[in-house]
């Protein structure tokens, strides 16, 4: 059974960062686009960055550009999300998903998901 499973959120003051690690197992990331997505509360799931699986290109919500970085280790079979200047807006729980298309911004696309890691940015 495949399974993906995020690591490293927390809390974390304004400015501050995290860095948010997806590990899979019965899947190899490198067959596969990865996406992050989040959810605060009462809110819909939107996108927030993805790295493709043949170019590492990756592709970022505007909200996040700038600040969001994802990366992946083959070896390690882990992607990761570096988040830089942390807002009290990105407070969410930050899923990971896995699109054997390559990578999109469409949360529909993604066969995969892990079960979500909950960032908090207070004071």
């Known amino acids: 059974q495949v399974q993906l499973v995020e690591s490293g959120g927390g809390l974390v003051q304004p400015g501050g960062s995290l860095r948010l690690s997806c590990t899979a197992s019965?899947?190899?990331?490198?067959?596969?686009?990865v996406g992050w997505f989040r959810q605060a509360p009462g809110k819909a799931r939107e996108f927030v960055g993805y790295?493709?699986?043949?170019?590492?290109?990756?592709d970022y919500a505007d909200s996040v550009k700038g600040r969001f970085t994802i990366s992946r280790d083959n070896a390690k079979n882990t992607v990761y999300l570096q988040m830089n200047s942390l807002k009290p807006e990105d407070t969410a729980v930050y899923f990971c998903?896995?699109?054997?298309?390559?990578?999109?911004?469409?949360?529909?696309?993604?066969?995969?998901w892990g079960q979500g890691t909950q960032v908090t940015v207070s004071s």
């Open positions: 019965r899947l190899t990331f490198t067959h596969y686009g």
């Open positions: 790295i493709a699986w043949s170019s590492d290109n990756t």
């Open positions: 998903a896995a699109d054997f298309a390559g990578g999109s911004t469409n949360v529909n696309s993604y066969e995969f």
